[in-house]
């Protein structure tokens, strides 16, 4: 018997229909399994960081009780409270936009730490011996200080031996997360978005990034876990601190750390797509900056990218004035009050490089700009210094 062709084409179309309705069903499971993903991120996430901040805060809260002074304004410990919201909320934000994967917001490594505390624990009274005394010279005696300019040979932030050996090295990490109640690895991943914003998805595996001043290597790490395809570079005066970057680093397959000085960076002019920077320049005097800022115009490509993350300073974040000062006293940061007047952006635009925004981090900031095709490179005053120390420039090691 021969069929009714309605019927059949009805026969035909069911199995169809019955795709897309399971296609419609499975895409509406994915997305409401995602939102209860975001969610849970979202609590766990502010469970996590409470969890340090609270202990933390307590105890320099009883700290400063103990040992008096002037207490802050009450707007000064508000704005410092709602820049730490902020903080937290851009993080999750910038998860939810796919600018860096989630991983990162559980990256701090608390089983290494533990390990560390112990040792953080017997050197804290050298620490409060050299806070006592202002020895900002205890350094170690088998170091060729000879080896580093006048501004580095110094215990910044009392701690021992400087960044002049491998027990400083180990004890950084967990010293800076404390200082900054666990939100250090979350102001250095500020300067990610930038770079996503650039290379997408890293797709391309030819793009060059340095990280100049990269420490014990946590940003390139958090780097490197957003953009695996990256070809990275860390920089650092101190060979103590890449020894430890070595190990951090270890899992990463395509980077390469060189222990040089960041006034004379040892590579060929417009090698690199994106330079970064993390907490450097509240360290250098201010012919410093410049000298940094005009090699980092240099070995940036035309078109490249500039991320500059440092301290907040008195320009946009007046309203923190009491704790950038105190900051200034209780640490030992010889250049930090002259740092938090001398506008970042403005000295980057002085270097020839287009600022395209500056945007606050907590007690952080972070500069994004452009070195443009053609475009006049550092001032006079810097520009003759700048050439006379690309003289001695080596080639880029790989």
């Known amino acids: 018997m021969q069929r009714n062709p309605s019927t059949r084409a009805a026969a035909t179309a069911m199995p169809d229909a019955d795709a897309s309705l399971w296609t419609a069903l499975h895409a509406g499971v994915a997305q409401v399994a995602a939102e209860v993903r975001r969610r849970i991120d979202h609590v766990a996430y502010r469970a996590q960081q409470t969890a340090i901040r609270v202990p933390l805060a307590t ?3 009883v700290a400063s009780a103990l040992v008096g002074g002037e207490s802050p304004d009450p707007a000064a410990v508000v704005a410092l409270r709602e820049r730490y919201e902020a903080l937290l909320a851009r993080d999750l934000a910038n998860v939810d936009a796919g600018l860096y994967p989630r991983s990162l917001l559980y990256q701090i490594p608390f089983a290494r730490y533990a390990r560390t505390l112990p040792t953080f624990l017997v050197d804290l009274p050298g620490v409060l ?7 900002h010279d205890d350094l170690p005696g088998d170091v060729d200080l000879g080896r580093y300019p006048p501004y580095f040979r110094r215990n910044f932030h009392w701690q021992s031996d400087g960044y002049l050996s491998c027990r400083s090295a180990e004890l950084y990490d967990l010293t800076v997360e404390l200082l900054f109640a666990g939100t250090a690895d979350v102001m250095r991943r500020q300067v990610i978005p930038p770079v996503s914003r650039v290379v997408g998805d890293g797709a391309r595996s030819d793009v060059r990034l340095l990280d100049v001043a990269c420490g014990t290597g946590r940003t390139l790490a958090q780097i490197a876990r957003a ?3 990256l070809r990275l570079y860390g920089l650092d005066l101190s060979p103590y601190y890449l020894q ?3 190990r951090v680093l270890a899992d990463v397959a395509d980077v390469s750390l060189v222990a040089d000085n960041a006034e004379r960076l040892p590579f060929r002019s417009g090698y690199f797509d994106v330079v970064t920077s993390v907490f450097l320049f509240h360290e250098l005097p ?9 090699e980092m115009h240099r070995v940036l490509r035309p078109g490249g990218l500039l991320v500059i993350e440092d301290s907040a300073q008195l320009g946009e974040s007046g309203e923190l004035a009491f704790f950038l000062g105190r900051f200034a006293a209780e ?15 403005a000295a980057a635009a002085d270097a020839g490089l287009r600022v395209e925004s500056v945007e606050p981090h907590f007690v952080s900031k972070v500069v994004v700009a452009r070195k443009l095709a053609g475009a006049r490179g550092p001032t006079s005053m810097h520009r003759g210094v700048a050439s006379r120390r690309r003289g001695h420039a080596r080639p880029p090691r790989s």
């Open 59 to 61: 105890t320099r809260a």
């Open 331 to 345: 640490f030992h940061e010889p250049f930090y009050r002259d740092y938090v007047r001398d506008d970042l952006a």
């Open 286 to 294: 201010r012919p410093a900056r410049r000298a940094v800022l005009a």
């Open 227 to 229: 953009h695996p395809r």
């Open 244 to 246: 430890v970057a070595r």
């Open 129 to 135: 011996r050299r806070v006592r005394a202002r020895d």
